[in-house]
């Protein structure tokens, strides 16, 4: 069951529409109402680039693989659309989700060097008592119901590569695409497949090097709207994707042949759509993004309530 992800729990329990999970954390916030009044928080992109930066910083010190970080990410993402952020000390959290996905991920750490290296970076927010971290991997696991399988992008972007003829440098942009998804609630609502197209139909069509975010912007929404005019008319001739912005002309031979193979294939073209706009907008709102906000916000909070004892 853990090998296929069409029966795993990933896809029976804990893929959402929208709607849903905007009704999960309005629910939250209702029952937890004088808390959040009192403390604000910056916008919850912003926390996720925040606590992704620390997550890896973490990473990278304990040499953990960059899987593990993303089923850490996964683990957080669940666990705080059914627990207030306000009621928990995010540090902790974040030490433990890592900690718990190198499990997971069959790449364990030992819990003493986790908290060691914990602390090193946050002295304030993490004691030196392990038992601390043992508490808060148990209340991730029940309220993750031990549904802790992750299925992640990555495999289908290398079994895509090269039936797509991906350059090395197309590949790195789509698996950093993908790296970056994790930031968003893209992974509570869409399958791990119509990520990894995602990924590479922003690798082939953004070309972040070349142009800013609006040119970009342009030209994904005028690849999305090749793709869903071919798929419409299904159609297996490519259609013409220009845009006449920064770029000029933009007709690109593997734009066209993913448009075909998408057209003519089972990937659901609303679903590649919304991911395309939402990671589109991630990259709008990190332009925004500000560490020492972030960590101030959480700070207060964190230190007001006794949360980092």
């Known amino acids: 069951m853990a090998a296929n992800y069409w029966v795993s729990t990933q896809r029976l329990y804990w893929q959402f529409p929208r709607e849903t999970i905007l009704d999960m954390r309005n629910s939250l916030e209702d029952a937890n109402r004088e808390i959040v009044q009192q403390y604000g928080l910056p916008d ?20 953990v693989r960059q899987q593990a970080i993303a089923t850490a990410q996964i683990f957080i993402r669940r666990f705080y659309i059914k627990v207030e952020i306000r009621r928990t000390n995010p540090y ?13 991920e069959e790449c364990p750490q030992h819990i003493r060097v986790v908290v060691s290296e914990a602390r090193n970076m946050w002295p ?27 299925h992640h992008p990555y495999r289908t972007l290398l079994d895509l590569q090269t039936k797509h003829k991906l350059t090395p440098d197309e590949t790195s942009l789509s698996w950093s695409i993908i790296n970056d998804h994790y ?18 139909f922003l690798a082939l069509v953004l070309k972040p ?25 299904n159609s297996s001739t490519p259609t ?3 845009d006449n912005s920064a770029h000029g002309t933009l ?14 294939g089972e990937v659901n073209i609303e ?17 925004h993004y500000s560490e020492k906000t972030c960590k101030e916000q959480i700070a207060r909070f964190v230190k007001a309530r006794g949360l980092d004892k």
């Open 92 to 104: 902790l959290v974040l030490v433990t989700a890592l900690y718990l996905a190198c499990k997971m």
């Open 240 to 242: 013409n994707i220009t």
């Open 124 to 150: 304030e927010f993490i004691t030196s008592d392990v038992s601390k971290l043992g508490e808060c991997e148990f209340y991730l696991i029940s309220e993750m119901n031990c549904q802790m399988i992750v």
């Open 183 to 200: 930031l968003t609630d893209i992974s509570l609502m869409f399958p791990p497949h119509v990520i990894a197209v995602t990924a590479i």
């Open 44 to 63: 919850r992109r912003h926390l996720s680039v925040f606590f992704n930066q620390q997550l890896v910083k973490l990473g990278r010190r304990m040499t």
């Open 251 to 264: 007709t690109h031979t593997k734009v066209q042949a993913l448009v075909t193979w998408l057209a003519e």
């Open 271 to 287: 679903a590649l759509v919304d991911c395309t706009q939402e990671i589109i907008s991630l990259y709008d709102v990190w332009e």
């Open 209 to 233: 090097s070349q142009s800013g975010l609006q040119a970009a912007n342009n030209a994904a929404t005028l690849a999305a709207n090749a793709v869903q005019a071919a798929a419409n008319k």
